[in-house]
């Protein structure tokens, strides 16, 4: 008898008087774990890397593998780190869009190629870039760019010229610290 009354309570709710189709939304879950052993794991990732002890846990979002906030002398520094398919639109059109992030011009990859410079990590060689601006120091970046069986991995830092000055050699040490992980 509670069935029948069920399902009569149910036609009954979906007869209204307003017969168009509804939709409902339901928050995407994020999952941000501890430390990159669990990220590893549960996001199926195949390297992983090691961050020093006093960069916290950033903001999450669905592009994001992870983030770190970075404490510099004047500030805190934001740290992304993200993964594409291929070569992820191109290492030139990257840089290029990061410069136009800071109001610079494009340049060639000739020009990029002189500013560049080429880490080693368990995951091979990786390209660094310091880019910033100076007419403009409120905004500087330091990318890594691993190209790595089939994907390109993304880290990019984002601070005041001043941050970015500081955090660089950490930064490279950072980026040297990936790997792959035993399978």
């Not at 995407?28 to 052993?37: D, G, L």
């Not at 990019?156 to 500081?166: D, F, H, I, T, W």
């Amino acid at each position: 008898m509670r069935i029948f009354i069920y399902f009569f309570l149910i036609i009954i709710y979906a007869c209204d008087e307003n017969n168009s189709v509804r939709t409902y939304s339901i928050p995407k879950q994020h999952n941000a774990f501890k430390n990159i052993e669990d990220k590893s794991e549960k996001n199926n990732l195949f390297f992983s890397w090691t961050s020093p002890s006093h960069w916290k846990e950033g903001n999450v979002s669905p592009m994001r593998l992870a983030s770190y906030t970075i404490p510099f002398s004047q500030g805190k520094a934001d740290l992304s780190i993200t993964n594409f398919s291929g070569d992820g639109g191109g290492l030139l059109a990257n840089v290029n869009r990061w410069r136009g992030q800071l109001k610079l011009s494009s340049q060639t990859l000739e020009q990029v190629s002189k500013n560049m410079y080429t880490g080693e990590s368990g995951l091979g060689q990786f390209k660094l870039f310091k880019i910033y601006n100076n007419e403009d120091h409120s905004t500087a970046f330091l990318c890594g760019v691993f190209e790595i069986e089939g994907s390109t991995v993304f880290v990019k830092l984002s601070a005041p010229l001043l941050g970015v000055n500081e955090i660089e050699e950490e930064f490279k040490k950072f980026c040297s610290s990936f790997k792959y992980n035993d399978k």
